[in-house]
C-alpha cells in the first residue's frame, strides 16, 4: 500500500506539470489550429526568469515568502510579452496557411529562442532552490512527500477549473467555442477573429511559462529543456486529442502515472512508456480520445 501512494503522488506531480504545459498547447491548437512548436521556448523562458528573480530577490535579502508571487507572476508576464511579440510580429501574417507550414515556422521560432535564451541566461545550469523548502514537508501514511510537489497538483486543478469555467460559464468562452466550430460563420456574426486569435494565444504562451515558472525551483534550469518540454507536451496532446482540454488532462494523468509505475518497478523503461503509451492509443484511437468534432462543409 505504501509502495502505491508512493506511485499515486509521484504519477500525480509529474502528471500536473505535464498538464499545464500541455493545457497552453492544446488550447492554441483548438483555436487558431497551429501546432506551436514554440511553445517548449516559452516554458524555458518562464524557468529562466522565475530562477533568475529567486536569485535576485533571496540575494537582496527580502521575505521569503514574498517570493512566491514574484517568481510565479514574473514568468508569466515574460510568457505573455513573449507570446504578444510572436503573434503579432510573425504568427498574423501566417494565417490561413497550411497546418505544416505553420509547423515548420514555429518550430524556427523555437530555434531563435532557443539561443535567445542562451545570449541572455548563458549556459550555466541556474538552481532556484530557495522556495521549494519553504512550504516544508509532510507525512503521509509515514511516507514523507514535499508540500511544494503537492502544491503543483493544486496549481494544475486551479488551471483545469479555470479553463472549464472560462469555457463553459462565460460569454467570452462561449465566443471562443464558436470560432473553434467555425471561424468564417463567426467572422460573418460579427466576432472579432483576430482579437479572439491574440487573446488565446498570449493565454497559451502564459501557461507555457507558468509551467516553467513553477517548476523552476523543483530543477536545474539548463539550455534545453524547452526541447525535452515540447516533445513531451505533444505526446500528452496527441494522446487526449488535438485540441481538447479535457484530453490533454486525461492524456497528462495516463502518462504522468505510467511513468511513475515504471520508474519504481521498472526503471530502465522510464523513457520507452510514455511513447509507449502513446503508441498504443495512437493503434485504437488515431486521433486521440477526446477529439473535438469537426464542422462538415456542404
Known amino acids: 500500500m505504501d509502495n502505491l501512494l508512493v506511485i499515486l503522488i509521484d504519477g500525480l506531480v509529474y502528471s500536473s506539470w505535464l498538464f499545464i504545459v500541455a493545457a497552453g498547447l492544446t488550447l492554441v491548437y483548438g483555436v487558431m489550429k497551429i501546432l506551436n512548436m514554440a511553445h517548449g521556448s516559452l516554458y524555458a523562458i518562464g524557468a529562466y526568469t522565475a530562477a533568475s528573480l529567486v536569485g535576485w530577490y533571496f540575494n537582496g535579502g527580502y521575505p521569503p515568502w514574498g517570493s512566491f508571487a514574484l517568481f510565479i507572476g514574473g514568468a508569466v508576464l515574460a510568457g505573455m510579452l513573449t507570446g504578444l511579440l510572436i503573434e503579432r510580429g510573425l ?8 497546418e505544416v507550414v505553420m509547423i515548420l515556422v514555429t518550430y524556427g521560432v523555437l530555434l531563435i529562442l ?34 511544494y510537489d503537492l502544491m503543483l497538483i493544486a496549481v494544475a486543478g486551479l488551471v483545469g477549473f479555470a479553463l472549464w469555467y472560462a469555457l463553459n460559464r462565460t460569454r467570452q468562452g462561449k465566443l471562443l467555442r464558436a470560432v473553434i466550430h467555425d471561424r468564417e460563420v463567426s467572422l460573418a456574426m460579427g466576432i472579432n477573429v483576430n482579437r479572439v486569435f491574440i487573446v488565446t494565444f498570449v493565454i497559451g504562451s502564459a501557461l507555457g511559462a507558468l509551467a516553467g515558472g513553477v517548476t523552476a525551483p523543483a530543477l536545474s534550469v539548463a539550455p534545453g529543456i524547452g526541447i525535452e518540454i515540447i516533445i513531451l507536451a ?3 496532446v496527441v494522446i487526449g486529442g488535438l ?37 498504443a492509443v495512437l493503434a485504437v484511437r488515431p486521433q486521440g480520445l477526446f477529439i473535438t468534432a469537426a464542422a462538415r462543409k456542404i
Request: charged share 15%.
Open 91 to 98: 504568427l498574423r501574417w501566417m494565417y490561413g496557411r497550411d
Open 234 to 236: 505533444f505526446a500528452v
Open 243 to 279: 485540441g481538447s482540454v479535457g484530453g490533454a488532462a486525461v492524456g497528462a494523468l495516463l502518462v504522468g502515472i505510467c511513468r511513475a509505475v515504471a520508474v519504481h518497478t521498472y526503471p530502465q523503461f522510464e523513457l520507452f512508456v510514455i511513447y509507449g503509451v502513446m503508441a
Open 114 to 147: 532557443e539561443d535567445a535564451t542562451k545570449l541572455l541566461w548563458g549556459v550555466d545550469a541556474y538552481f532556484a532552490y530557495q522556495p521549494y523548502g519553504l512550504l516544508g514537508r509532510v507525512k503521509l501514511r509515514g511516507i514523507t512527500f514535499t508540500v
